[in-house]
């Protein structure tokens, strides 16, 4: 036995015949995750929790221990670590711990066989049960089998739905391009042209037209732009419900007509865009429609010596109507501001609308004999294919400067008639419309459960899942701020915002957000500046900061370092979807960004 061992010793090379390849070096790290961490990691926690059993402390504890590899994903100059060597790795770290969990569901399936019948399941137990896909009669009395094997098969679905990616995607880049002329048409007017090209393998969006403005007299300006669009990419087609991939052209106009007087002065402005307009290098608004605005105000002339330096007074008067004729949005605002000393000011101002959604503007549209009422399918609950609702609400802002260092303002309104859309917000705030609330009820009854002994008997109607059900409510607004300046080069200023609605018919808080940002920038020259910032959602209960350092010599010309963190405070993982005590990372970034401005003139310089 030892001859024959040394010997097989001897005739071994020493040295592989062929290079390691990132793959090689993937899979050897993934070797030892089913001898240590997959086994090693959930022995710990379970003796962690026993201790803490033991001292009557709660057992139950959050992840600490994560595990995280660089192989695969080490893009520092090594040639051979490419787009699709990541996705690979990932795809392949993903592939065995679904495969650990699914092998450890199904051994626990084979062991636990205990049937109701003998002993007793928990209402926890038995509700996961009920929700499993299992409708056999052999397993009707075994609440652990049925529960697993739900487990079961949502672990398949998401290992299908992670573990395929498409491979026409995969390395490949988008193409953005930025084309801007403009010839100047005497001191203060020009004429222009832009385009913008963005492609990502076959989905395109190309935009391009012509803009103007022009001074008329010192008071009075005209400007307006009218661009066409021409895309490829997934549609949503509400007559044919379901999105497709084609071409579409579409445009968007925009004028604005402005007399800005020393005491009076007007403003007429209009802008709409077609169903299919994109502008995939710029901004994505409100599609199928067309708005048109009046604004009109008085200043008074201003005594900088005086209790009272100035006042102002405006009206604004604004509506929205789609290609079909169809009103969506009016609303008139009235507004009356006083100045006073130490850049001191108060406002109040009071709305009045009106606002219309469609069916279309949400999903598929009901079709003529459709049975979608009575199923309780249509893309808007009940019988009626749009919502309106109108609107009134009042305002008070006010604001100072109290001394060269500080300086404050603050907004509060209070409005009554605004739309719940219905989209509820996040797990914190689900929806709250009578549709939601039927369907909830239903479910806490049990009436959309599956009955084992007929598992093709239908479901009732609010079963099939709510429709959307906008609604009016009443909205409350709050905002404000307050600026410190310590030195000339440092300033801070601390914000906050709160957003909250209430439904009318449910008399249920639709959503409840506060938003809190401390902002910090220190200008260290003219040119170089350092910033940072952290911002706090109590809905998303996530706290995002950033680091930036800057250097903007001219304009168009700019060097910028930065830092972005983000991270979930007692809130549900943006991945997982699971409510994680404490704080929790959800990403970091390293970023750098440069622009160059190259300024070329064509054509003669005007004297």
Not at 49 to 75: C, K, N, V, Y
Not at 400 to 410: A, E, G, H, L, R
Not at 519 to 546: E, L, M, N, P, W
Not at 579 to 604: A, D, Q
């Amino acid at each position: 036995m030892l001859r024959s061992r040394v010997t097989s010793l001897w005739q071994t090379r020493m040295l592989r015949d062929a290079r390691l390849t990132v793959a090689d070096e993937i899979e050897n790290a993934l070797s030892y995750y089913h001898a240590t961490f997959l086994e090693e990691i959930p022995a710990v926690y379970a003796d962690i929790e026993s201790a803490l059993t033991e001292h009557g402390l709660p057992a139950r504890l959050p992840p600490f221990l994560q595990m995280g590899s660089w192989i695969g994903g080490d893009r520092d100059g090594n040639p051979n670590v490419t787009a699709p060597t990541l996705v690979h790795a990932i795809t392949r770290q993903a592939t065995v711990i679904f495969e650990h969990y699914l092998d450890q569901v199904h051994k626990l399936g084979a062991e636990l066989s205990v049937s109701h019948l003998l002993a007793g399941a928990s209402d926890a137990l038995k509700a996961l049960a009920d929700a499993s896909p299992d409708s056999s009669p052999h397993r009707i009395d075994e609440p652990y089998r049925r529960a697993l094997i739900g487990v079961y098969a949502r672990l398949v679905a998401s290992a299908d739905e992670r573990l395929t990616a498409n491979p026409r995607l995969i390395g490949k880049n988008a193409s953005i391009g930025i084309l801007r002329l403009k010839h100047d048409i005497g001191k203060d007017s020009f004429i222009g042209f832009l385009g913008t090209y963005r492609r990502f393998v076959d989905t395109y969006n190309e935009l391009g037209g012509f803009d103007t403005r022009l001074r008329i007299n010192k008071q009075t300006t005209f400007s307006a732009q009218a661009l066409v669009t021409h895309s490829r990419r997934n549609f949503f087609y509400p007559d044919l419900g379901q999105s497709l991939d084609r071409a579409e052209n579409a445009f968007i106009y925009a004028t604005d007509y402005n007399m800005s007087g020393r005491h009076f002065g007007y403003d007429y402005s209009a802008v709409g865009r077609t169903r299919y307009y994109r502008a995939d290098v710029g901004f994505n608004r409100r599609t199928n429609t067309n708005n048109h605005n009046l604004f009109v105000r008085y200043n008074s002339e201003p005594k900088p010596k005086a209790k009272l330096i100035s006042w102002r007074v405006y009206d604004d008067f604004g509506t929205n109507f789609d290609w079909q004729g169809r009103m969506q949005i009016y609303n008139n605002e009235s507004q009356i501001q006083f100045s006073f000393p130490r850049q001191t000011y108060l406002g109040i101002g009071m709305d009045i609308g009106y606002e219309r959604v469609f069916e279309s503007e949400f999903g598929p549209i009901r079709q003529p004999g459709s049975n979608c009422v009575i199923n309780n399918t249509c893309t808007f609950f009940g019988v009626d294919n749009e919502r309106s609702a109108g609107n009134h609400g009042a305002y008070v802002f006010f604001g100072s400067t109290p001394t060269k260092k500080v300086n404050f303002f603050s907004f509060i309104g209070l409005w009554t008639g605004n739309l719940d859309y219905d989209f509820g917000a996040g797990l914190k705030f689900p929806r709250v419309s009578p549709a939601a609330l039927a369907f909830r009820r239903a479910q806490a009854a049990g009436l959309c459960k599956v009955d084992p002994n007929d598992p093709n008997k239908p479901l009732p109607p609010v079963c099939n899942g709510p429709p959307l059900d906008p609604g009016a409510g009443t909205n409350f607004h709050w905002d404000g701020n307050v600026s410190y300046q310590p030195s000339t080069p440092l300033n801070i200023t601390l914000s906050f915002t709160k957003e909250k609605l209430r439904r009318h018919d449910t008399g249920l808080v639709a959503f409840d957000e506060n938003i809190v940002s401390l902002r910090s920038t220190y200008q260290f020259t003219r040119f170089i500046f350092a910033r940072g910032r952290i911002d706090f959602d109590s809905i998303a209960a996530t706290v995002k900061g950033q680091f930036l350092f800057g250097w903007t010599p001219n304009p168009g010309t700019a060097f910028y370092l930065g830092y972005n963190d983000d991270i979930n405070r007692h809130g549900f993982n943006p991945f997982s979807g699971q409510l994680e005590p404490g704080f929790r990372r959800n990403n970091r970034t390293f970023f750098v960004k440069m622009s160059y401005l190259f300024r070329r003139s064509i054509g003669n310089k005007s004297s």
